[in-house]
């Protein structure tokens, strides 16, 4: 018999109550620190998708339908297969995600979201005069 931290006999080999809460603790923060881990390996797949989009993205034109509707310049605005694109930079201006807007004037969600868009986040959506927020 051996005795645990309070003095109390136990068999060998049996499982207190405090063994299998630090069981629980210990398996919680492996499962949080390969959350983090996935989590940062998507967030830079995502950036490296919006590099690659943004990369092959041209130079707005003036003539794109939603421009002429809002009546506004491309100030930096991209085209990528008949889209507008921005980009989603740091506040260091890292590209992390790009937002779609079509002729029509639909805005797709970042489909490459690394994170929460926010000043807090560190990341920030295009707010030059004229881009749609």
Known sequence: MERDTQGVSRAEGTTTKADLV???ARTA???????EADLIARHAEAAN?????????T???????????KRIQPH???S???TLVLPVTTFADKLTSLQFI????????RIFRTSPCSRRSGHRMPRR????H
């Open 22 to 24: 630090e069981e629980v």
């Open 59 to 69: 130079g707005a034109p003036r003539s794109h339908p939603y421009l002429l509707r």
């Open 80 to 82: 990528y297969k008949g």
């Open 129 to 132: 005069n004229g881009w749609a």
């Open 102 to 109: 079509s002729s029509a004037g639909r805005k797709s969600k």
């Open 49 to 57: 998708r919006a590099t690659r989009i943004w990369s092959a993205a």
């Open 76 to 78: 930096g605005a991209r």
């Open 29 to 35: 923060e492996l499962t949080k620190k390969q959350a």
